[in-house]
């Protein structure tokens, strides 16, 4: 039996973070390869819709609402982790599956792509199905053809987890609070 290359979604499951979208992708992804699977993680008011969509298709798979080490292992199973929201500010879920090493697949909207350097740490792609597509084929390809390249990103997207610190954040906003007083007291 080939190793399914498999793709995870986690967040909550409403059409606001585009799942609509993703279903369309995948669907058309899914049908071209019998060795993927597909993953969603989290809890919403979508999720039994989202389950009678996928009633037929045995790849695509829902783990329920997780958390801790669980949740850490199931970022560590997925091969990429795919999020096509474009209404998020940042996406700590992104980072959370970076910190297991997994690149991600984001929208060219919305904060996730400030965090995902597009080819260093994943793909960046634009709010198209097409093109949604293909990224999802070099992802494939990428996995199973080319393992040293994975392995070289899968460790770029672990160190750059790493610098989304609390220090680092508290850092920055300390910064920015700074900024703003000397712009507005000139001290």
Sequence with gaps: EKKAVKFMFCGRISKEKNIPFLNNVWM???ARHSD???MFVGYGWYLQELENIYRDHPEVLFAGEQGGETLAGLYADADFF???STTDTFGNVVVEAMAS???AVVSNFGG???IVADEDHGLICPMDE???VEALERCYDLKKNRSEEYSAMSRRVYEKSR???LENASRAQFEYFRKLKKE???I
Excluded: I
Aim: zero cysteines.
């Design 28 to 30: 058309k992804f899914s």
């Design 36 to 38: 993927v699977q597909l």
């Design 82 to 84: 795919v999020f096509p």
């Design 101 to 103: 090493g997994t690149p």
């Design 112 to 114: 996730p792509k400030s």
């Design 130 to 132: 097409d093109a949604r």
């Design 163 to 165: 610098t989304y610190t």
């Design 184 to 186: 507005a007291y000139g």
